[in-house]
Structure formats: structure tokens, C-alpha cells
């Protein structure tokens, strides 16, 4: 069955650190997409990255960088030099594809906190 | 551009009633998905409408129903209430030919049942 485990529960930092969130995936296709999203307190889910599984090179964006190893079946994700309104919950999701449907399955998110 | 856009943004019911909630999809989008998120978990996934017809279904038993119109707006009804539906509910929606995948999202409605 498919599953992503993001075993980070909260993390606390203190602004302008490094901070790495852990995504482990599982899952039988051979073909899937993984993503990021980033849920502030107002609560919408706002889309960070996609990745095709086939596309294993690493992304930066900004002060975002995203570390995609299938042999670990890891999609991490790393911001730099962190700011108080990075400070959110963080989601990995992990794409299911049919033949008629499509949809995501989310981690349990990291909480982050980036104290002044 | 208009986003997604999900009524009402808070919702209180008692235990036994009924709940519709609504959802308008991205322009241009055809498809709408609806999670789930229960407090400090991750949304689950509950149904997908197409073309006016739920196509796939998550684990949700069947007081969970939908509707998609012609517009492709949807529904999302949820019948004899109980404290457990209490969650954010997300809708989500995509365009079946320009990228299933690229899913978004709107700012959901927090049901709470008491």
C-alpha cells in the first residue's frame, strides 16, 4: 500500500539555522509524483514542489532545496537560513494513479518553528 | 484568476445532522477532489468528481456523499453527524487533460460538531 511517513512530529529552530524536514515513501508503481506543501494557520495548502519519479536530480528555489533519493525512497526537503514566516506545518505527499483517478496521499506534516 | 474557493469558512452542527458544504473549482479546472484533515494529521482522501461523476472513493463510510454540476462545482454532504467528523475539510481540483496531478487547493471549512 502506499505511505509516507514523515517521522519529524515538530521542530523547533531559531531564525537564519538550517533546517531539514524527512519524507520516507512507499509505494509499488513505478511512476508516481511526489510533492511538498506548506500549511500556514490560516490553513490552505499552498503547492511547494512536484517531482517525477523518474527525475531524481535535486531542486533549489530560493532558500528552498529538495533532495530526491529513490534508493532510500526519500524526498527531504531543506530550507536555509530560516525566517519566522517559514513557521508552518509541512506536508509530503506521494501521488496514487489509476487508469480513472488520481490522488495524493499525505504524510502526518512537521510542524516548524522559527523563533526569533 | 480566480482560485479555488470553499463556503462557508466555519461551520458548527449537533451530532445526527446533516452538513452540505461547497466548493468552486480553479478556472478552468473539470475536476474536484475532497480530503479530509482531522487536527494534526494529514488530509485524507475522500472522493474525486468528473464529469458529474465520482470516479474514486477513499476509506469514508457512505453518510459521506458528493455532487458535481455541470459548472463543475461540487458538494460535499455529510449525514447523521458524529464528533469524529469534526476536521478541515479541503477541496481540491485539477484539470484532467492539462495535468491530473497539479492539484489545488482551497482554503477549506472547518466543521466542528458538538
Known amino acids: 500500500a502506499q505511505k509516507v511517513t514523515q517521522a519529524q512530529t515538530e521542530i523547533s529552530v531559531v531564525e537564519k539555522e538550517d533546517v531539514t524536514l524527512d519524507c520516507v515513501y512507499e509505494t509499488r508503481d513505478t511512476t508516481y509524483y511526489l510533492f511538498w506543501y506548506k500549511q500556514p494557520p490560516s490553513g490552505e495548502l499552498v503547492f511547494l514542489i512536484r517531482r517525477n519519479s523518474f527525475d531524481e536530480q535535486n531542486e533549489i528555489s530560493g532558500r528552498y532545496s529538495w533532495n530526491f533519493q529513490k534508493s532510500t525512497s526519500s524526498f527531504n526537503f531543506t530550507i536555509t537560513a530560516s525566517q519566522v514566516v517559514d513557521s508552518a506545518v509541512y506536508f509530503c505527499a506521494l501521488s496514487e494513479v489509476t487508469d480513472s483517478s488520481y490522488k495524493l496521499i499525505f504524510g502526518s506534516g512537521t510542524r516548524l518553528l522559527v523563533r526569533p | 484568476d480566480a482560485g479555488v474557493t470553499q463556503s462557508p469558512t466555519h461551520l458548527i452542527k449537533t451530532r445526527g445532522q446533516q452538513v452540505t458544504l461547497r466548493c468552486s473549482p480553479k478556472?478552468?479546472?473539470?475536476?474536484v477532489s475532497w480530503y479530509q484533515q482531522a487536527l494534526g494529521q494529514g488530509p485524507q482522501f475522500i472522493f474525486q468528481y468528473y464529469e458529474e461523476e465520482e470516479r474514486q472513493r477513499g476509506n469514508f463510510p457512505d453518510r459521506f456523499s458528493g455532487h458535481q454540476f455541470p459548472n463543475y462545482s461540487s458538494e460535499l454532504n455529510v449525514n447523521a453527524l458524529l464528533l469524529g467528523d469534526s476536521a478541515l475539510y479541503l477541496c481540491?481540483?485539477?484539470?484532467?487533460?492539462?495535468?491530473?496531478?497539479?492539484?489545488?487547493f482551497g482554503p477549506g471549512t472547518r466543521l466542528t460538531v458538538l
Open positions: 481540491a481540483s485539477s484539470w484532467e487533460r492539462g495535468g491530473r496531478d497539479e492539484q489545488f
Open positions: 478556472s478552468g479546472h473539470d475536476t
